[in-house]
């Protein structure tokens, strides 16, 4: 019986503090691993004392997980480092205009504007996705 008044204060608890982490969490759907370590820590601390779970499992996880994060963090790094790779460079950029057509600019790529996670090129002072580059070329 005094188990049982155990696992409900455990169970009330992870569930306070999973919610209280989903409301001050941002809108977003990605995880990172502070969420995984404290998803992982609730499931320990709510697990059946006669079957214990595998920790090889929590392990695997982690290291996956953790693969995961690095190939992120490397795509990032790459997507910068390209675009910074531009800069002084002659490009073509493909712009939709409002009725469907596409208008075409070229200039050369005067600066790189880096935030939240995007690059975007600056050419003849306006800021372009690096999704609009059609020709990279050297500078005339």
Do not use: H, R
């Not at 049982?4 to 204060?9: L, M, S, V």
């Not at 490397?74 to 790779?85: M, P, Q, R, V």
């Not at 950029?93 to 600056?122: C, H, P, R, W």
Request: net charge negative; proline share 1%; glycine share 6%.
């Amino acid at each position: 019986m005094a188990t049982d008044g155990i696992n409900n204060y455990l169970s009330t608890a992870a569930t306070t503090a999973t919610t209280t982490a989903a409301q001050t969490k941002k809108s977003g759907t990605s995880l990172n691993m502070d969420d995984f370590l404290k998803l992982m820590v609730a499931q320990l601390q709510n697990q059946d004392m006669n079957n214990t779970a595998d920790t090889s499992q929590y392990t695997t996880q982690m290291a996956q997980f953790s693969m995961v994060q690095a190939l992120t963090d490397l795509t990032e790094l790459s997507k910068t480092t390209y675009s910074l790779s531009m800069i002084g460079k002659e490009v073509t950029l493909a712009e939709s205009k409002a009725d469907g057509s596409l208008n075409v600019i070229t200039g050369t790529v005067e600066g790189v504007n880096l935030f939240n996670g995007d690059a975007q090129i600056i050419v003849n002072g306006a800021n372009y996705p690096m999704t609009s580059v059609m020709e990279v070329g050297l500078a005339k």
